[in-house]
């Protein structure tokens, strides 16, 4: 019995009926503090960070899996407890005059998907170990190396890194780490997450942990479990999340993305409960194979708006170009046809849009291309106007 979560679910409601508690509980992007059916892949990767513990470096290692098996959930939220007990230790041995034991090491977390080049992730991997601010303008790769040497270098520093959603299209391979980090090795070492198998890295990694699909009945408890702290009570059946877990074929991340785009839709229609066609609609908004809505949600905000008018718009019958035109035509964009024509391009090159060949009606020549989105579209809707505002309020 978890009280203070039943306390505040109480308080986030209005007083009035309420289908949807809580985005955040439901959201695929959003990662929870304990992360359930990974307890065997959390032991393995406590046993090779161990020597951490006690301001030892642990080896390199490389997480590795499928999209939707966990991997970030699970890190973010160890590496989130890590963080907080090495600060405590840190305080401690500073107001202490007795000490027992060496220093944890430091412990860092980097998200690969917001960095666009290899200088981005060298500036974003020190700018998460270093109190003071590391300038973007004005310096190099020579100035990045410097400062790392210099305050690690030679020192009794000792810090593990976390960079994840390495090796994708959009984003730098595990290689870009190790060149890197591998300039002060006795003092830094990096555990990388990323989807493709070691082997595929010319870079040696001394351990890997490998994350598999999820079974579907952890799929069932993982969806219960985020269902119970973001709905209403008994808001959706047992057999439609088992249903979910079973068109997820292994995904969480597509699993939790139907799960929210069937409580959107059961809530616009003004439903109590989330029923069969609710949930129809919640799982034909998660392309298959699609992009994970982190990607989508990293992207600079002026792609996102981009993508936001495209999700109200009818482009079926479109070409790219006129797809652009109609977008750039939302005066609030405030972006010419052209750079939202290279925006498209961009984001198909990235697999965020899928080309296919638009339909055309007067037969003649070759059929143009128009774009489809290949991510979860009624996650993305919420997720953005919470943010950014709502159409009418743009």
């Known amino acids: 019995m978890n009280i203070e979560e039943r306390v505040a679910r109480r308080r986030r409601s209005d007083g ?24 065997s892949a959390l032991e393995q990767l406590l046993d090779g960070l161990e020597p951490a513990l006690g301001g030892e470096l642990p080896s390199n290692t490389y997480v590795w899996g499928p999209k939707g098996s966990g991997k970030s959930a699970l890190v ?33 977390y980097v998200d690969a998907r917001g960095t666009r080049s290899e200088f981005g992730l060298r500036h974003a991997i020190l700018d998460a170990l270093l109190d003071e601010r590391i300038p973007k303008q004005g310096v190099g790769d020579d100035h990045l190396v410097e400062r790392l040497e210099g305050a690690f270098g030679g020192s009794d520093r000792t810090a593990v890194v976390a960079v994840d959603h390495l090796g994708r299209s959009e984003t730098v391979p595990v290689d870009t780490v190790e060149a890197f980090l591998g300039r002060v090795p006795d003092s830094i070492a990096w555990l990388a997450i990323g989807r493709q198998p070691p082997g595929e890295y010319g870079t040696p990694i001394d351990s890997t942990v490998h994350l598999p699909s999820y079974q579907r009945y952890a799929l069932v408890d993982i969806l219960t479990s985020r269902a119970s702290r973001g709905l209403a009570h008994q808001a959706i059946p047992h057999e439609e999340l ?7 074929n292994g995904d969480v991340h597509d699993a939790l993305a139907a799960l929210f785009g069937a409580a959107v839709r059961a809530d616009e229609a003004g439903k109590r409960t989330i029923e069969s066609g609710a949930v129809d609609a919640g799982m034909e908004a998660v392309p298959r194979s699609g992009v994970a809505i982190g990607c989508v949600l990293a992207l600079p905000e002026n792609r996102q708006r981009v993508l936001r008018r495209l999700l109200d718009l009818d482009t079926s019958g479109q070409s790219i170009g006129e797809t652009a035109e109609t977008v750039a035509s939302e005066g609030s964009l405030e972006l010419s046809t052209a750079t939202v024509k290279r925006f498209l391009y961009e984001l198909a090159e990235t ?6 060949r638009a339909e055309r009606t007067d037969g003649l020549g070759r059929p143009p291309s128009r774009v489809e989105p290949r991510f979860p579209t009624l996650v993305f809707r919420q997720v953005f106007d919470a943010t950014h505002g709502s159409a ?3």
Request: overall charge negative; hydrophobic content about 35%.
């Open 16 to 39: 009035g009926p309420q289908l949807i508690r809580s985005y955040d509980a439901l959201s695929p992007a959003a990662h929870v503090r304990d992360p359930d059916g990974r307890g």
């Open 392 to 394: 009418r309020e743009r």
């Open 76 to 108: 973010t939220a160890l590496f989130s407890e890590l963080e907080r007990v090495s600060d405590e230790s840190r305080t401690s041995i500073h107001t202490s005059t007795r000490v027992e034991g060496g220093d944890m090491a430091e412990f860092a």
């Open 351 to 356: 697999g965020v849009l899928d080309r296919v």
């Open 242 to 248: 088992r249903r979910i877990a079973t068109w997820a």
